[in-house]
């Protein structure tokens, strides 16, 4: 791993003034997330005009479809509730993390806002938090312009208005890039914790949790001849806490079903589960099979861009930690089986493969970055506005 100093202005500081520090690094930030904020507002004011024409509501398209209604749900009656449709598929809302429904359950208990609309809270707040995270881990490694690229970036995604949905991958992606910053800047017990509330947030906290295990391997890996010191205990306290949200759910769905694999069979009952990709393969060789053979080869070609990305990451030398974590994020999202339309959601958080997108871009001269990410970000308003108006996230 890159020998990465704690930076000056980290929020997350252990000197005992940690909000001067916050507000200093907020100050550093504030341009980023200005900019990436009015990436959201773009999207949200597409939709809406959109939604005019279309005569559908765009804040029931923000919040009360798909996953949303689930979550909704377990905020309200709690978990429990199962469909069994014709096909022989069961789904339990037991295959929803616990963090988002607690929070908006939590919300809604203290302020009038009904459940479904402290979703939409959460993921307004936290989306800035991510990107706020993001910039840190730019701003760590190249710098200022970087870090505020990269949190642009991440905004236009072209499926990036899942960003102000009732969804959880604002809230992941905030605990992921904070608890990969804190893994980066050597904050064992906030990287310990920022995994454990990912994990409690969707499946892929386990990514998080390989940052901060990578992270500390490299730390204790030996330096010299001389004798080694024993490990910190913030270190050790920040290893075990880590994994504790992700099996602390699992083992609650295990002990609920009464099956060590609960959660697994309630994931097979929506026909989820890690394949290694080959049923992604199969579906992509099957649309390469059959006539006009676009949809195929965009997703080839897709595939292939990622690959790429993540080549360049590692020939870009980024730090161990950053690159198990976007990794991990990667292989889980293409290698598992399931919806397939849910893969450009399922990438949201693998925010580490933009920043050879962002170094390139940063390199360029201000206009020509800021004309880049403004038409990005209008092509990303126009295609979120779209993709909810027709098949849109599960």
């Not at 697994?264 to 649309?287: E, K």
């Amino acid at each position: 791993m890159t020998d990465l100093a704690p930076a000056g202005t980290a929020p997350l500081s252990d000197d005992g003034r940690p909000g001067r520090a916050a507000r200093a690094a907020l100050r550093r930030a504030a341009p980023a997330l200005l900019a990436y904020a009015g990436t959201r507002l773009l999207g949200i004011v597409v939709l809406a005009i959109w939604g005019a024409f279309a005569d559908k509501s765009p804040h029931q398209l923000l919040s009360a479809r798909w996953d949303s209604l689930w979550y909704t749900r377990i905020a309200e009656e709690g978990y429990g509730y199962t469909i069994h449709l014709s096909d022989g598929s069961v789904h339990s809302n037991l295959a929803f993390f616990p963090l988002l429904p607690a929070l908006e359950r939590v919300i809604s208990a203290i302020t009038p806002l009904d459940a479904a609309d402290a979703g939409l809270l959460v993921s307004s707040v936290t989306s800035l938090f991510a990107a706020w995270g993001i910039f840190a881990i730019g701003d760590l490694l190249y710098g200022r312009r970087v870090g505020l690229t990269l949190a642009v970036l991440w905004g236009v995604l072209p499926v990036g208005i899942v960003q102000s949905m009732a969804y959880s991958e604002s809230l992941f992606t905030a605990l992921a890039a904070w608890g990969v910053y804190a893994a980066l800047t050597r904050r064992w017990l906030w990287a310990g914790l920022f995994a454990a509330l990912a994990g409690l947030t969707r499946p892929v906290g386990a990514a998080v949790v390989a940052a901060l295990w990578v992270a500390a391997a490299v730390e204790l890996l030996p330096k010299g001849r001389g004798r080694q010191a024993p490990p910190p205990l913030r270190l050790l306290a920040g290893v075990v806490l880590a994994p504790l949200g992700w099996l602390g759910y699992v083992v609650w769905v295990a002990v609920r079903t009464g099956s060590v694999t609960g959660y697994f069979d309630v994931q097979n009952g929506w026909g989820n589960g890690f394949d290694g990709g080959l049923a992604f393969a199969g579906f992509i060789g099957g649309l390469l099979i059959k006539p006009p053979f676009v949809g195929g080869l965009g997703l080839l070609l897709g595939v292939g861009a990622l690959i790429w990305l993540a080549v360049r990451c590692v020939r870009q030398r980024q730090p161990l930690p950053l690159l198990a974590y976007g990794g991990a994020v990667l292989v889980l999202a293409l290698a598992a089986k399931g919806y397939f339309g849910s893969k450009p959601r399922l990438l949201i958080p693998a925010f580490p493969l933009l920043l050879p997108i962002a170094v390139a871009l940063a390199r360029l001269r201000p206009v020509r970055s800021a004309l880049v990410l403004g038409s990005t970000g209008l092509a990303s308003a126009v295609y979120g506005a779209f993709w909810l108006h027709g098949s849109g996230p599960p």
